[in-house]
């Protein structure tokens, strides 16, 4: 595990006279809790010298909290050496990654400019992450670092995909323009943009819709990796591929918590070996159940369908006036036909006549004939109070059509989603790419997601959720599950206490960032409800992972979040790796750390060099070419130095794998 953590430096990071600049260090600029993750993932995990710049002044979006940022950086550091110190005295200190190393310098700057990039030590580092919550002047920043240092890899958080595959291009021609005959490998790893939203967007739907699937894609394929509960006496489940994880021995406990990095042995235990699942008991599982095929990206669809289908354009009462309207008439006709003998078409025709007034008045025909007549005439009558109500339901219907939609009153069964930033608009297309009924509640009219819930028809509900009536407004008692994902603790935790007074049974996922708090939150919860489902999500502990291993410049397939605890499934070159090179499949599984899932199969030169990426239809609209990934592996296969493979890997299993030589590229 990890040794002692030296302490934080107490004044600002300038170096020290006569002390010479280090290289080859990792340099992270941002202004949230992103950041502040980041830093601790590449100091605490992966043992990297990390220079950590945030703007002077309190964290803009939680101007609550007293500490600047400097201080919640401070905090945060701290509580994480005293975690790895306490780690390191029960005598699980082995595979350091910190010894030798320095404490996170920490700078403070309203903006990364030159001058500041450059007291940074930007032309000296290995990498550099740009995660301000403000695309603009991540975008401002990259430019500026990769002019100063070409050889730089970036990752740069971007919330618009289309800026950011653009400016991924730019960046890395601009460094093959600097560094003429630079290797392909190098500079595939040289930029990239990342998006914290769309990171953790998945796992946050999947915990509100069933709280037990997780979906990683790797080369058109769909891993899925599923909770289980712990088998009955008696019982025999279906062990699935391989055990990915044993959950907390908590979990069923109404008095339990989620388990973190800091729970020891009563928290979950991710990659165990075969002796520790066949030993635990009372324990569920995650385990790899399925792989199947991908379909090709498809945009999200509107609740409701395309187009303006009657029930949106017509009312319930209308149709329902309308549909009397023609019962009578047709039993008009059916009486004419039995008491005049006349045609069927001619019975209709004359029937018409007498509901839009325009025949003459049957003086001399039968009794029956007049008595017709009369009853058309009056069932004629409540066709124009018909017609005026289509007309002008259909004009309202016209007018309101780019306005937000309302709930229906027959909704059900629907996922309430809380907050339309970032994180809620992506979950949100998450969600009805599922095809998923959700009605969203936002308290600002100009949030990033009102237009997208819009387009899609999605039902909104505007105004403050903390407020009565705003969640009846959004039908919560009918509901599935609540996603709590505003960017305030205490706003998710009031709204998930009020839903919860609604509706006991009701599915909760609500966004904490702090994980003391998360685990109180969820033990009361628990303790109060222990039959209704709780989760507690934190965005940046899910993307942190991702950011990491990019700075490493190795290629994440996707984060799977076990409690509060996270696995991450990535791609590697066995070559350089000899913890996998000449190892069998069976002796290259290290238990708690790494196991081989997958080995691709595909010739060293026709590869995806992107496995999250979906492979390319054939032109011709024919089917797409199989997958050259092995899922099946012979425990005896011999890993060879051409081979790629997808591991599970717990975070300071993967920095073990990636362990990079403290040096840089040569300077020419």
């Given at each position: 595990m990890l040794g002692f953590v030296p302490p934080l430096p107490q004044q600002p990071g300038r170096p020290q006279?006569?002390?010479?600049?280090?290289?080859?260090?990792?340099?992270?600029c941002g202004d949230d809790a992103l950041a502040r993750r980041l830093a601790v993932e590449l100091r605490f995990v992966y043992g990297e010298r990390v220079t950590l710049l945030l703007p002077p002044g309190r964290d803009a979006n939680s101007p609550e909290t007293p500490l600047t940022q400097r201080g919640r950086a401070a905090a945060l550091f701290g509580r994480m050496s005293a975690a790895m110190n306490r780690t390191a005295a029960t005598g699980n200190g082995g595979n350091d990654t910190n010894a030798g190393v320095e404490a996170v310098r920490i700078m403070e700057a309203p903006e990364p400019s030159d001058d500041v990039l450059e007291e940074a030590g930007v032309d000296r580092a290995a990498a550099l992450a740009l995660v301000y919550d403000d695309d603009e002047r991540n975008i401002r920043a990259a430019l500026t670092a990769r002019r100063l240092n070409p050889r730089l890899r970036l990752v740069i958080r971007l919330y618009n995909r289309k800026l950011g595959q653009h400016l991924e291009e730019l960046l890395d021609q601009a460094a093959a323009v600097a560094m003429p005959g630079i290797d392909p490998a190098l500079l595939d790893a040289s930029t990239t943009v990342l998006s914290d939203a769309d990171t953790a967007a998945p796992a946050l739907a999947a915990t509100a819709l069933t709280g037990s699937s997780k979906i990683i894609q790797a080369e058109g394929l769909l891993l899925r990796a599923a909770e289980r509960p712990p088998p009955r006496p008696g019982e025999t489940l279906d062990p699935g591929l391989c055990t990915l994880a044993l959950l907390s021995s908590t979990t069923n406990d109404p008095a339990g918590s989620e388990g973190s990095d800091s729970s020891g042995a009563e928290g979950p235990e991710l990659l165990p070996s075969e002796e520790t699942v066949a030993a635990a008991e009372g324990r569920g599982t995650v385990v790899l159940e399925a792989i199947s095929r991908a379909d090709p990206d498809r945009p999200a669809t509107r609740m409701g369908g395309r187009g303006a289908p009657l029930a949106q354009v017509f009312s319930r009462r209308l149709r329902w006036s309308a549909l009397g309207v023609a019962v009578a008439a047709l039993s008009?006709?059916?009486?004419?036909?039995?008491?005049?003998?006349?045609?069927?078409?001619?019975?209709?025709?004359?029937?018409?006549?007498?509901l839009l007034g325009m025949n003459d008045p049957a003086e001399k025909a039968p009794a029956a004939r007049q008595i017709i007549q009369l009853l058309s005439g009056i069932a004629g009558l409540l066709l124009l109070p018909l017609l005026i109500a289509a007309v002008l339901e259909a004009f309202g219907t016209l007018r309101t059509a780019s306005s937000l939609r309302r709930p229906p009153r027959g909704l059900s069964g629907h996922v309430v989603l809380l907050g339309l930033g970032k994180i809620g608009t992506r979950v949100l297309v998450r969600l009805r790419e599922l095809d998923i009924p959700v009605v969203v509640v936002e308290e600002d009219p100009d949030a990033r997601g009102i237009p997208l819930a819009r387009s899609m028809h999605v039902p909104t509900v505007l105004g403050d959720v903390t407020q009565e009536g705003v969640l009846e407004a959004a039908k919560i008692r009918r509901a599935h599950a609540l996603l709590a994902l505003t960017s305030i603790d205490t706003t998710n935790l009031e709204a998930t206490l009020y839903a919860r007074s609604v509706k006991p049974d009701l599915r909760v996922a609500l966004r904490l960032y702090d994980d003391e708090f998360a685990t109180a939150v969820y033990r009361t919860l628990r303790t109060a409800h222990p039959q209704a489902l709780t989760r507690s999500r934190s965005v940046s502990?899910?993307?942190?992972p991702s950011f990491a291993v990019a700075m490493m410049g190795r290629q994440i397939l996707g984060a799977v979040p076990v409690e509060r605890k996270v696995m991450l499934f990535a791609a590697l070159e066995v070559a350089g790796h000899p913890q996998l090179e000449g190892?069998?499949?069976?002796?290259?599984?290290?238990?708690?750390?790494?196991?081989?899932?997958?080995?691709?199969?595909?010739?060293?030169?026709?590869?995806?060099?992107?496995?999250?990426?979906?492979p390319p239809y054939p032109p011709d609209g024919g089917a797409q070419p199989p997958s050259g990934l092995v899922w099946d592996l012979r425990p005896e296969y011999v890993l060879r130095a051409q081979d790629r493979v997808v591991i599970a890997a717990t975070r300071r299993g993967l920095a073990e794998l990636l362990r990079r030589q403290r040096s840089v590229l040569p300077q020419q």
């Open positions: 006279p006569g002390r010479p600049p280090a290289t080859g260090h990792m340099i992270v008009l006709v059916v009486a004419s036909l039995l008491t005049t003998k006349d045609t069927a078409v001619h019975s209709t025709y004359l029937t018409l006549l007498d502990h899910l993307a942190a190892r069998t499949v069976q002796q290259a599984f290290q238990a708690r750390s790494w196991r081989v899932l997958a080995i691709d199969a595909t010739p060293p030169a026709d590869r995806n060099p992107d496995l999250a990426a979906l």
